[in-house]
């Protein structure tokens, strides 16, 4: 791959997302989307027998989104849940009480607060691991290791890890090692985990793969029977899971998603080149700059980037909020992956309970600025980014 900006997509992509997991009524009335099956019962045939029992345990709407969301990681199974966090916990029960994990250091704040203070207190040991460098990775592997949690790119710092060579290194350390990557910054369009080594793709759905800032869930995709099963169990057991009609929004999401990535990075990628040229920013990190040091680590690993970039305000906190403040068209919210422009100070926002020590180490500093590129006519973006800049910072 040359450069990010005319990447090849993965075969067949849009077909897959239409089609794959649209079950149409061919029996009743025709329809050529599915209905939503919003029963939370069903009727059995004779006692014990049944396609369906239970919604928490399964549902049509259900099983049709995770078919679509399997095959577009090139997965063969997928589980949906009632948002990324809850997948998260999920996933990690998998593992059991004195076992070990390592969780990336760089990673999203609700990610990092769950591992620090729920995980720990259910018997795990937490080791929190610059994953970005596959050295300190090979250091903190132990005999008790058991997962290993990754996310590239990181969530707000837009690192990049190799996920191949940190799959190769833990599966050859030990084959029963899980890894796990949140690919919620790229979606499943730009980068697939599980070709890349990793044992677990996951998601937040509520970001890209929905995107349209309606609905909260969350998904983990692997290739694994006996892993899936796992899982599914846990689905039902825990109960965590997503309602029909968010299922039905995020398949219906899903059938733009290769228009929308599309718009999200050719817009994310002027912005980047308008901020890094810009007189009030300090610095600009988006994987599709050839000044992102992992640049081409990116070309290697992905076809294509989001609308994700962050990027440091010359000045402090003062400085920060006075931008934000005087932002008129942009979005001063949470999340992400939405048709609208959002942007975050990570700081007080979506990283604000995590220790300041930590943060700063990783480069979450008060003059840190995550923006969600939309789907906005571009120009009306850079303008807004310049007038709000230039009101915030002198120069």
Same mark, same amino acid.
């Given at each position: 791959?040359?450069?990010?900006? &005319?990447? !090849? ?16 009524? /061919? ?22 027998? +049944? ?14 989104? !995770? ?10 199974? $997928? ?19 004195? *076992? !070990? ?12 607060? +769950? ?24 250091? $903190? ?8 949690? /990754?996310? #590239?790119?990181? &969530? ?5 890890? *190799?996920?191949?060579?940190? #799959? =190769? ?8 090692? /899980?890894? $796990?990557? =949140?690919?919620? +910054? ?51 057991? &825990? ?6 009609? *968010?299922? +039905? ?13 599309? !718009? ?41 980037? #989001? ?78 980014? *310049? ?9």
């Amino acid at each position: 791959m040359g450069s990010l900006s &005319n990447s !090849e997509p993965f075969a067949k992509f849009a077909t897959t997302a239409i089609h794959t997991g649209s079950h149409r009524d /061919l029996e009743g009335y025709g329809a050529v989307i599915a209905p939503i099956t919003i029963s939370s019962t069903y009727v059995q045939s004779a006692p014990g027998e +049944f396609q369906y029992e239970y919604s928490r345990l399964d549902n049509p709407s259900r099983k049709a989104l !995770e078919e679509t969301l399997a095959a577009l990681e090139n997965g063969k199974y $997928a589980a949906t849940f009632g948002s990324g966090l809850a997948a998260v916990s999920q996933i990690t029960q998998l593992v059991k009480a004195g *076992d !070990e994990v390592i969780c990336a250091s760089d990673c999203y704040g609700g990610t990092n607060d +769950f591992f620090r203070n729920r995980a720990v207190n259910n018997g795990l040991k937490v080791t929190l691991v610059d994953c970005t460098d596959v050295d300190k990775v090979a250091a $903190a592997l132990t005999e008790n290791t058991r997962l290993v949690w /990754l996310e #590239s790119p990181a &969530n707000p710092t837009i690192k990049i890890t *190799d996920i191949k060579a940190v #799959s =190769d290194l833990v599966h050859a350390y030990n084959k029963d090692i /899980l890894v $796990a990557v =949140d690919n919620t +910054f790229m979606s499943s369009y730009f980068q697939r985990p599980l070709d890349l080594g990793a044992d677990i793709s996951h998601q937040s759905l509520t970001k890209y793969m929905n995107g349209h800032c309606d609905v909260v869930m969350g998904a983990a995709v692997v290739n694994d029977e006996k892993l899936y099963e796992k899982l599914f169990y846990l689905q039902r057991a &825990n109960g965590a899971v997503p309602s029909p009609i *968010d299922c +039905f929004l995020v398949s219906r999401g899903l059938k733009t998603l290769h228009l929308r990535m599309r !718009e999200h990075m050719t817009n994310g990628l002027i912005v980047a080149k308008f901020l890094e040229s810009h007189p009030c920013v300090e610095k600009v990190l988006h994987p599709g700059l050839p000044s992102h040091p992992q640049y081409e680590l990116v070309k290697k690993q992905a076809r294509g980037t #989001s609308g994700m970039l962050c990027f440091y305000v010359k000045g402090g906190l003062q400085e920060a909020k006075s931008f934000l403040k005087n932002l008129k068209l942009i979005v001063l919210a949470v999340s992400l992956g939405g048709p609208e422009s959002l942007v975050a100070h990570p700081a007080t926002m979506t990283h604000k309970h995590t220790p300041k020590e930590n943060r700063l180490a990783v480069g979450i500093t008060d003059n840190l600025i995550r923006l969600s590129v939309g789907l906005e006519t571009v120009e009306d973006l850079t303008a807004d980014l *310049d007038q709000a800049l230039r009101t915030a910072v002198a120069v």
